[in-house]
C-alpha cells in the first residue's frame, strides 16, 4: 500500500514539494489506522506496538494511501465527501480534496496526477485531478463500488461493485468501461501478483477469491476458503495484500477472524493465524516481517509475525478500525 | 441421462419462447387495495413493525440498483401490479398475473386473504408483508415463500436477546384482541425456548368504559411483582407505545414497545446498510420499513434466480430452494431460504426507534447447523408438510 516514488514536479503544485522542504522527517517508525466512527486517525509506535496518539479528520475516514514522497498521507472520508492530506510527521491535516459523494477507496495513477475513487452513494468511480483538485470524470459503475486498483501502467482501473458482483474494468482516458466481469458475491477489494498478470478479488459473501487474468479480462481460478470450526457462512474475505516476496497473499476472513496465507503459486493456504473480531484490511510493514490487521468488530489491530504465521500483539486503536498503513 | 434431458428441452422450450439476444422479465406485485395500514394518520404514528408505504417502491428500487447485470443478462423486467379488495378478488388478480407471463410474484396481503387465494397459482408468491406463522406451517404452500420474518422469529430474537442479558425474570402485559391472542401464545413459546420464566401475564385494555380503566394503568399493571423486564403484546401499539418509563419498577420494556425486533430499520449502521437505506430514502422519499426490505430481498431474489437462467416460474421455484442459492441482504451473513417453510432465515435487527441496539442470534446463541434456525420453525418440528 505505501508508495515511496519520489516527489515529481507534477504534484509539485499540490504543495509536495514545500511540504518535503517544511517537514524533512520520513519514515516516522508509525502505523496509522483509519477510525470509521471517530473521525480520526490511531497511531501506533511500530517498535513498542503501543498507541503514541490519534488525528483527527474529516468524517468517516476509511481508505488511506500515501502520495508520492510518503509523507503526506491521502485519507477518504465517506461522510465528508473529500480527502484529508496529513502530514504524518507533524500529525496534522495540511489541506483536502473533494471526492464526491461517499468515497470509500482509492487509488492513484502510477505518476501521482490523478485519485480514482470509488463513490458508493453515485455508484461511480471519480477521477480526481490532484493538482487543480477538481473531479475531472465520473464513470457510472455497478451500485456500491469499492475496491479500485490502478494497473501498473496506468491504463486500466478496475473496480468492484458489491450490488453487481461485477469486476468493472476501466479505461481511465476514454472514462469508459471496456468490460464487466463477473464475480463472487459482494466483491470487496484487490491485490496485483507481482508480475502484475493476476488480479486478486476478495468476495465477502462468496467466501471465496476470484483470480483474474489481466491479460485475458477473465477469471482464471477461485479459492474457497475453510477454517476449522467455521461455517461457510462465516467466512467473509475483504482485505488482502501479497507479501514483499510475491509468493503469499494474506487474505483477511472477515468475521472468521483469521487471515489466511495463501500460497501464490498453489492457490493453496497454508497458515491460518487468529486476529480479532471481522479482520478487515491487512497491511504489512516495510520489510514484511510484520502483517498489521485491523479487527473491525473488536476495535483492535492484530499484528503478526509473518515469518513464524503467529499473532504476537492486539492494540485497541478506535472504534470501527478499517485500515492501517505502516510507515516504518 | 435424465439432467442431459431436462436441459436439451429447457433449452428448446427458452429459443421457441425467447428472442434470440434479449429475455423480457415480468415480475408480479399484489397488494391490497385501500390498504388501512397506510392511512397517513396511522402510518405517522410510526408504530413497530409498521409499513412506510406502498411495496412497489421497494420493488422499484431494486430493479433500479440491478441496472448494470440485467444490462449484461440481456434482460429486460416488467412490474404488473395489482391490487386486491379481497380474497376472492386476490385470487382472480393472482390468476391474471400468471397468465400474463409473470415468473414470480411479489405479495403484501393479509394472512387469510393469501390463504384463500393462493391454492390457485402455481407460480412462486414471495410474501414481503405478512408474519402470520400460519402460512409457514399449516397453510404453507409449495409455492409460497416468505422473505418477511415470522413473528415467531421475532418472538425468538427478543427472547434470545433477554436469555443473553440474564433478563429472565418476564411479566406479560398482553391485548384482548384476537391478533393479541395468537402473538401471546408465540410469545410465551419463545420465552420457553429460551429458558426465561414468565412471573405473570396480565390483560390491559384500552377501553371506552371508565369502569375498565385500571386496565389501561400502567402502574397498577405492573405492581406487586418481581421481574427483570416487561413484555408487552400489543397488535395495535397505542398502549405499547407509552409504556416504557411508565412502569412501577425501572425496568425496560420489550416485544411491541421499548425494545422490539425488526428485518429493517433504517437506522442501521453496519454491513452497508446505510447505502441501501439512503439509495431508498433518495428513490421513494421515506425511509426504508421492514416489509420494504422484504419486498426489496424478494425482488432481488427473483433478479438473482433470472441472471442464473431461471426465467419460467418452475425454474425460479427451483432455483429458490437449491441449497447454494443465497442471496446479500445487507445483514452482514449470506442469507438464503429454508428448504421445510420456504422462509427466508435473516438476522433481525433489535432496536427502540432511535439505533440499532443488538443483532439476532445472539452471541452464544448455538445450532448444529446454522445459527439463523434459531429464530422461527426449525426443521425437525415439521410443521409445514408440503415440500
Redesign the interface.
Given at each position: 500500500m505505501i508508495s515511496r516514488r519520489p516527489c515529481r514536479a507534477a504534484v509539485a503544485a499540490l504543495g509536495c514539494a514545500a511540504l518535503v522542504s517544511a517537514v524533512q522527517a520520513k519514515d516516522t517508525g508509525m502505523a496509522f489506522v483509519s477510525s470509521e466512527k471517530d473521525n480520526a486517525l490511531a497511531i501506533i509506535d511500530v517498535k513498542s506496538l503501543t498507541v503514541a496518539g490519534t488525528i483527527p479528520t474529516c468524517k468517516r475516514p476509511r481508505h488511506m494511501q500515501f502520495l508520492p514522497g510518503a509523507t503526506t498521507l491521502m485519507v477518504a472520508c465517506g461522510d465528508s465527501n473529500r480527502a484529508d492530506l496529513i502530514d504524518v510527521a507533524a500529525r496534522k491535516v495540511i489541506g483536502n480534496i473533494p471526492l464526491g459523494d461517499?468515497p470509500e477507496a482509492f487509488d492513484l495513477s502510477p505518476d501521482g496526477r490523478f485519485a480514482y475513487v470509488s463513490n458508493?452513494?453515485d455508484?461511480a468511480l471519480n477521477v480526481v485531478d490532484l493538482t487543480s483538485k477538481k473531479i475531472i470524470k465520473s464513470v457510472p459503475?455497478?451500485?456500491?463500488p469499492e475496491g479500485v486498483k490502478v494497473s501498473p501502467d496506468g491504463t486500466r482501473v478496475y473496480v468492484t461493485?458489491?450490488?453487481?458482483?461485477?469486476v468493472h474494468v476501466i479505461d481511465p482516458v476514454a472514462g469508459k468501461v471496456l468490460k464487466?466481469i463477473?464475480v463472487g458475491?459482494?466483491p470487496r477489494r484487490f491485490a496485483l501478483s507481482a508480475d502484475g498478470g493476476e488480479l486478486w478479488v476478495t468476495s465477502e459473501?462468496g467466501a471465496s477469491v476470484s483470480i483474474i487474468s489481466t491479460r485475458d479480462l477473465a477469471v482464471v481460478h477461485t479459492i474457497n476458503f475453510e477454517v476449522k470450526g467455521m461455517?461457510p457462512?462465516?467466512i467473509?474475505p475483504v482485505g488482502l495484500t501479497l507479501a514483499r516476496d510475491g509468493k503469499t497473499m494474506f487474505v483477511a476472513l472477515g468475521?472468521a477472524s483469521h487471515v489466511a496465507f495463501v500460497d501464490v503459486a498453489s492457490r493453496k493456504t497454508n497458515n491460518l493465524v487468529l486476529v480479532g473480531k471481522r479482520a478487515w484490511n491487512v497491511a504489512l510493514n516495510r520489510d514484511g516481517s510484520r502483517l498489521f490487521v485491523a479487527n473491525g468488530l473488536s476495535d483492535d489491530v492484530t499484528v503478526i509475525d509473518v515469518a513464524q504465521a503467529k499473532a504476537i500483539k492486539t492494540v485497541p486503536v478506535g472504534r470501527v478500525p478499517y485500515m492501517v498503513v505502516v510507515d516504518d | 441421462m435424465q439432467r442431459r434431458a431436462n436441459w436439451i428441452l429447457a433449452l428448446a422450450l427458452g429459443l421457441c419462447a425467447l428472442p434470440l439476444h434479449a429475455a423480457n422479465l415480468t415480475i408480479g406485485v399484489l397488494t391490497r387495495a385501500d390498504d388501512e395500514r397506510l392511512d397517513p394518520r396511522r402510518v405517522e404514528l410510526g408504530y413497530p413493525g409498521q409499513p412506510g408505504g406502498p411495496l412497489g417502491q421497494a420493488v422499484d428500487v431494486a430493479i433500479k440498483?440491478?441496472q448494470?447485470?440485467l444490462d449484461?443478462a440481456k434482460l429486460t423486467v416488467k412490474v404488473d401490479a395489482a391490487a386486491a379488495r379481497d380474497a376472492a378478488d386476490a385470487r382472480t388478480l393472482m390468476q391474471r398475473l400468471e397468465k400474463e407471463g409473470a415468473v414470480a410474484i411479489v405479495l403484501d396481503l393479509p394472512a387469510d386473504w393469501i390463504v384463500r387465494a393462493a391454492p390457485a397459482i402455481r407460480v412462486p408468491m414471495l410474501n414481503a408483508g405478512e408474519p402470520d406463522d400460519v402460512l409457514r406451517a399449516g397453510q404453507c404452500l409449495p409455492n409460497l415463500l416468505h422473505t418477511y420474518p415470522s413473528e415467531r422469529m421475532r418472538a425468538d430474537a427478543v427472547a434470545q436477546m433477554l436469555a443473553s442479558r440474564r433478563w429472565s425474570r418476564v411479566l406479560l402485559l398482553h391485548g384482548t384482541t384476537q391478533d393479541d391472542t395468537t402473538r401471546l401464545a408465540t410469545v410465551q413459546a419463545s420465552i420457553k425456548r429460551f429458558g426465561l420464566k414468565p412471573v405473570a401475564t396480565r390483560p390491559f385494555k384500552l377501553s371506552a368504559d371508565p369502569r375498565e380503566r385500571d386496565l389501561a394503568n400502567p402502574l397498577l399493571l405492573t405492581a406487586n411483582v418481581e421481574y427483570d423486564v416487561v413484555w408487552v403484546v400489543d397488535s395495535d401499539g397505542e398502549f405499547a407505545r407509552l409504556l416504557p418509563y411508565r412502569i412501577s419498577l425501572p425496568r425496560p420494556v420489550v416485544g411491541d414497545g421499548g425494545l422490539f425486533a425488526v428485518a429493517w430499520a433504517p437506522n442501521f449502521e453496519r454491513f452497508?446498510a446505510p447505502?441501501l437505506a439512503?439509495?431508498f430514502q433518495r428513490g421513494v422519499g421515506r425511509p426504508m420499513t421492514g416489509q420494504d426490505w422484504a419486498a426489496w430481498i424478494a425482488t432481488k431474489s427473483i433478479l438473482q434466480a433470472a441472471f442464473d437462467k431461471a426465467l419460467t416460474p418452475a425454474a425460479q421455484l427451483k432455483a429458490f430452494v437449491q441449497p447454494g442459492f443465497?442471496l446479500?441482504g445487507f445483514k452482514?451473513?449470506?442469507l438464503s431460504f429454508r428448504a421445510w417453510d420456504r422462509q427466508l432465515r435473516q438476522p433481525l435487527l433489535l432496536t427502540d426507534g432511535q439505533g440499532v441496539i443488538a443483532l439476532a442470534p445472539a452471541e452464544g446463541i448455538l445450532h448444529p447447523t446454522?445459527v439463523l434456525d434459531t429464530l422461527g420453525a426449525d426443521a425437525p418440528e415439521g410443521l409445514c408438510k408440503t415440500r
Open positions: 461517499d458508493e452513494e455508484g459503475v455497478g451500485k456500491e461493485s458489491e450490488v453487481a458482483n461485477m464487466n463477473q458475491k459482494r459473501l461455517r457462512d462465516d467473509t468475521r | 440498483e440491478s448494470f447485470e449484461a452497508g447505502q439512503r439509495r443465497t446479500d452482514g451473513v449470506r446454522n
